[in-house]
């Protein structure tokens, strides 16, 4: 059976078009350089879903343990600035090493109801915290 070359066409452009809209929604916040873990880099994807919720997608290269720091803490919590509702934790930041590589690449996909204007990560002893308390390792710009 013979495929039209528009069938074939959208076989193909349709999945890159449907990737191109769900990205284009979403907006991206990016981690200022560190002077306490200068090799940590990372990025913030947030995209508004049809429930008034924001998901947010943390994503870093990098981050040495938070035990290693000179202020030696045990994990770390990523925090939003809220426009309304203050500083929200949106959750611990743990570090994983690749199956084939010894980088360490740190992940969190979570979601809240308030809107984030810009983004930071503490070291802190605890994740189950309502303020921050330790040292700002990361900021987004």
């Known amino acids: 059976m013979k495929k039209s070359f528009t069938s074939v066409l959208l076989n193909f452009l349709l999945p890159i078009l449907m990737v191109f809209i769900i990205t284009s929604c979403s907006k991206k916040f990016v981690f200022n350089n560190s002077a306490i873990v200068p090799a940590a880099e990372g990025s913030i994807k947030m995209k508004k879903d049809k429930n008034d919720n924001y998901g947010v997608k943390?994503?870093?290269?990098?981050?040495?343990?938070?035990?290693?720091?000179?202020?030696?803490r045990n994990t770390y919590v990523l925090w939003a600035n809220t426009r309304n509702n203050g500083i929200k934790n949106l959750g611990q930041v743990k570090n994983e090493t690749g199956l084939f590589s010894k980088a360490l690449k740190s992940e969190l996909n979570t979601a809240t109801p308030f809107e984030p204007q810009s983004f930071f990560i503490t070291a802190e002893n605890k994740a189950d915290i309502n303020y921050p308390?330790?040292?700002?390792?990361?900021?987004?710009?």
Do not use: F, M, R, Y
């Open 133 to 141: 308390d330790g040292q700002v390792i990361l900021k987004t710009k």
């Open 58 to 72: 943390l994503s870093v290269k990098n981050l040495a343990p938070a035990n290693d720091l000179v202020e030696s």
